[in-house]
């Protein structure tokens, strides 16, 4: 009998990884499909501008092929990944003369359609006029929300949502306490809640 051939895309994270230590190319062109939503997601909030997150994205995805070979499987890879990509957002964010993660979001634009919403765009169910039109208001109102927050607290908010890490995942990638992380994104849920109830968004 022929041994059954594991379909890729059904494959974990890590075992596609080991497969690309192995020089399976196929197994990478998986991973990179799989994490380019997300990834470019919380580039593109962490950014502000769908540029910069696509070229960072790109830096992202070399370093992993330069770095390949020290991967190890019992690291996480969706930890490993968005640390390479924070650390190269933070890197974006200082060679372009910010003084500080204050600035991120400042110019996220929710309806760019050369960001999020373009990806968006691609693979959504065409909902009705009146509800696109409603998802826009709520888009525009939490962005305006974001906006208010502590960096801190925005960033955490950004890795929860984007990156299906736990959150002692983000503490260790953010190098603070598990307990600060949960303080940061409570802290950051109630003001949101709070700024979209004003614009009538809330329960």
Sequence with gaps: MTANVPNLTDLADEELMSRYVRDDEAAFEVLLARYRRPLFGFLYRYLGRSDKAEDVFQEVFYEIIRARKRYRPEAKFAAWIFRIARNRAVDRIRRDGFRDMESL???????????????????DDRPDPEEMTRGKQVDAALQDALAAL??????????????????AEIADLTRVSQNTVKSRLRYAL?????????RGFGP
């Excluded at 929710?110 to 968006?120: Q, V």
């Excluded at 607290?153 to 959150?167: A, C, D, H, I, N």
């Design 150 to 167: 502590p960096a801190e607290q925005r960033e955490v908010f950004w890795l929860k949502e984007k990156s299906g890490l736990t959150l």
């Design 190 to 198: 109630e003001k949101l809640r709070a700024k979209l109830s004003e």
């Design 105 to 123: 979001n400042d110019g996220v634009n929710p309806n760019d359609e050369d960001g999020e919403t373009r990806l968006a765009r691609v693979t």
